[in-house]
């Protein structure tokens, strides 16, 4: 059984069009999040979710938005898509006290 | 505020030899854990080892070692006997103890020889 999965793995779109990434977590936790890592392999934190409410928000284009209908799901939609929004997504999971799980990632290119 | 700094971008190392990566943090707080990630190409995040700042105990996993200096802020990772499949990016991580935010390293690129 995977713990955080995501879909789709691999999205290809064309700037201007909006797509969405999926994200369920089977572990119970409270708090999920979306990173993206750019092509330098950064990892930067985008959103997190606890108990369906948002609590943390980082500088991100308000392109973005996620919805989280309950505490084992995390979505993410994208608006507008922008060559520079091309990157890997990750959606993780972490109980209160430990660590993140992570998804395999959602590798988006956009052309 | 919270940094991770991971100042190899790219090691190398020979198979079945040692290999430290560093990691600095800069931290006001006392309670909080420090983490190690392996992304290998398949682009999985995999915990390759965790620390709690309140053990004084270096973790160890099987051929995988920390050396936490929490005075000095310092987190570094021991791969011993290297393995071809040791070959990935490495991240450090911080978060503190009650607050679900993590921050991560820039990454440390490991090449292994054989």
């Known amino acids: 059984d995977t713990a955080v999965s995501q879909t789709p793995k691999y999205l290809v779109t064309q700037m201007g069009n909006d797509k969405s990434i999926k994200c369920e977590q089977n572990?119970?936790?409270?708090?999920m999040y979306w990173y993206k890592q750019d092509s330098k392999k950064f990892l930067k934190i985008m959103f997190s979710?606890?108990?369906?409410?948002?609590?943390i928000n980082e500088t991100v284009p308000n392109r973005f938005s996620p919805k989280s209908p309950d505490k084992a799901h995390l979505n993410l939609h994208i608006n507008s898509l922008e060559l520079g929004d091309s990157a890997v997504y990750f959606c993780?999971?972490?109980?209160?006290?430990?660590?993140?799980?992570f998804g395999e990632g959602s590798r988006l290119t956009v052309l | 505020a919270q940094t991770v700094t991971q100042s190899q971008p790219e090691m190398s190392v020979q198979e079945a030899e040692t290999v430290t990566l560093s990691c600095t943090y800069d931290?006001?707080?006392?309670?909080?854990?420090l983490f190690w990630y392996k992304q290998p190409p398949s682009r999985q995040m995999i915990l390759v080892i965790r620390?709690?700042?309140?053990?004084?105990q270096n973790a160890t996993e099987n051929r995988f070692s920390v050396n936490f200096q929490k005075a000095a802020k310092s987190f570094s990772l021991k791969i011993s006997d290297s393995q071809l499949g040791d070959a990935a990016m490495y991240f450090c991580a911080y978060r503190l103890y009650n607050f679900n935010k993590f921050y991560f390293g820039s990454g440390t690129k490991l090449n292994v020889k054989p």
């Open positions: 993780a999971s972490s109980p209160s006290l430990g660590e993140l799980f």
């Open positions: 979710y606890n108990n369906k409410e948002l609590i």
């Open positions: 572990l119970g936790h409270d708090t």
């Open positions: 620390q709690e700042a309140y053990k004084q």
């Open positions: 931290t006001s707080e006392s309670d909080y854990y």
